[in-house]
């Protein structure tokens, strides 16, 4: 039974209210964020507040959502009206929304109770929690090895169980990557499945709401609440939401699962290639078919989604110019405060892949860079569709090693993390980390990657998975 199925059993029967429930994890976060550095703001009386209402309710005899009264978190690039929203930037600092995004409020609609925002690499850029303007996340598991990111505070806040389930946002790996190395599921629906209005974009094009959880079971629970048509986001899909627990236990047996001989590369540490290995044969003895496949997406991926993601940043992060949003430095002439302004408050980081996207999109360099990218994005794409005309699934590692320690890589090293997240990213389709721990190791994650709008396969091949490594545990 997963996490938030049994807390809400608990809540239904009376055992605990979400009041006692949300005071847990309260005093839990007081006492550990300190030292893992999860959370950015917490919202008590908010969260109390909620609790409270879900309970008043109960004793009414309503009808209540599964998610009603459990204790959730919230990245902090997601507008939460009244509530500091800082992207982890100093440069957002002193924002305070005026609204509060779709997919929170759909969330808090169903009953769901907010802990507080999380961490994150500021404005979503970097793969490891480390360039947060405030302070990093660690992981859970070790306190000297990275949590990932750029979702780090969602996947490390699940894992040390200070929130039942958290949203994250994945562009090119956000939410899968530190799930992957704190032992978390985190899932990436389809491009266009959940509505980013009130999501701070860092591209656009690529920007996903994700979802944390600590079982793909409650993954699904959540993606229900929140996927759907928004009339306030051009982007999101208006294709109905089907039932995804309808089916979700199904046998596997004929299941095609692809294995691409591409993602399987020589710097797959020995432990990870064990882990997935057993991972396969598990998902053999449960009758699924193993397709050897080719699907040449992976050596140029990490160049295209540089290209691509860095010029829609660059663009998107103009607007913190001092002058129409953000903080403000001084300066004589508007020109003058837009430059002051981005060198004082934005970090490192950002401001390198805010430099590289400007260069990408200059009129010499768009025919070099920006154009061939986008043709290499579009034959990921079409490389994809084809080997979904032979398989239901692609099975892939999320990440080559368990969590490194936080320090010996150079920047490109950092982003080259999320070389094998980043696919399915340019190619806009769902995909999801599954822990397949293993004794003698830090947590390890393997992917599954399916069709758009296909989350149904993933859920039901990631649900049943899991039913038959705890049935062996």
């Known amino acids: 039974m997963s996490a938030v199925q049994q807390l809400y059993n608990r ?3 009376k055992e605990l209210s979400s009041y006692e429930l949300t005071e847990v994890y309260l005093n839990r976060i007081t006492e550990e964020n300190s030292s893992l550095g999860t959370y950015l703001t917490l919202c008590p009386e908010k969260a109390l507040s909620q609790a409270k209402d879900v309970d008043i309710r109960r004793v009414k005899g309503e009808p209540l959502h599964p998610l009603a009264g459990i204790p959730m978190a919230v990245k902090d690039n997601f507008c939460t009206a009244g509530i500091p929203t800082t992207c982890a930037s100093r440069m957002l600092r002193d ?48 306190l000297d090895r990275m949590a990932g990111g750029s979702s780090s505070g969602s996947a490390a806040s699940v ?10 946002s994945d562009t090119g790996g956000s939410v899968r990557l530190p799930a992957s190395f704190c032992g978390v599921v985190g899932m990436k629906p389809t491009y266009g499945r959940i509505s980013r209005f009130g999501m701070i974009a860092f591209a656009s094009s690529l920007d996903t709401v994700g979802i ?57 540490s020995s432990e990870v290639q064990k ?15 193993l397709v050897p496949l080719s699907l040449p997406v992976v050596e140029d991926s990490l160049a295209v989604y540089h290209i691509l993601s860095s010029a829609e940043g660059a663009s998107n992060l103009s607007r913190y110019d001092g002058v129409r949003f953000g903080a403000r430095a001084a300066g004589k002439t508007s020109a003058e405060i837009a430059r002051n302004t981005g060198e004082q408050f934005f970090g490192g980081e950002v401001k390198a892949r805010m430099e590289s996207g400007a260069a990408y999109l200059e009129e010499a360099n768009m025919a070099i860079y920006y154009r061939p990218a986008q043709a290499k ?36 090293e950092k982003r080259a993390f999320d070389r094998f997240t980043v696919p399915a990213s340019l190619a806009g389709l769902p995909s999801v980390s599954i822990p397949c721990k293993t004794n003698d190791t830090l947590p390890i994650g393997f992917q599954l990657i399916a069709p758009h709008f296909r989350e149904d396969l993933i859920f ?13 545990a």
């Open 377 to 412: 994005q579009q034959f990921i794409k079409d490389s994809f569709k084809d080997a979904f005309q032979k398989v239901d699934l692609v099975f892939a590692p999320t990440a080559t090693c368990v969590a490194p320690t936080s320090h010996g890589f150079t920047r490109g």
């Open 159 to 168: 894992a040390a169980d200070l929130a039942v389930y958290s949203l994250g």
């Open 212 to 268: 944390v959880t600590s079982s793909v079971y409650d993954s699904a629970m959540v993606l229900s609440v929140m996927a759907g048509a928004d009339p306030l986001d051009a982007t999101c899909s208006t294709l109905p939401v089907p039932d995804y627990f309808h089916g979700i236990a199904a046998p596997l047996a004929g299941l095609r699962i692809g294995v691409p001989e591409e993602f399987f590369t020589e710097d797959l």
């Open 11 to 13: 809540l239904s029967k």
């Open 95 to 142: 924002f305070l929304p005026p609204y509060t995004a779709t997919c929170v409020r759909r969330l808090e609609e169903a009953g769901g109770v907010m802990l507080g925002k999380l961490n994150l690499d500021e404005f979503a850029m970097g793969a490891t929690g480390e360039y947060s303007a405030y302070y990093p996340a660690v992981n859970p598991h070790d």
């Open 275 to 289: 882990a997935l290995q057993t991972v396969l044969d598990v998902y053999r003895s449960l009758g699924v078919v």
């Open 460 to 472: 039901r091949a990631g649900h049943l998975y899991e039913k038959e490594v705890a049935h062996h």
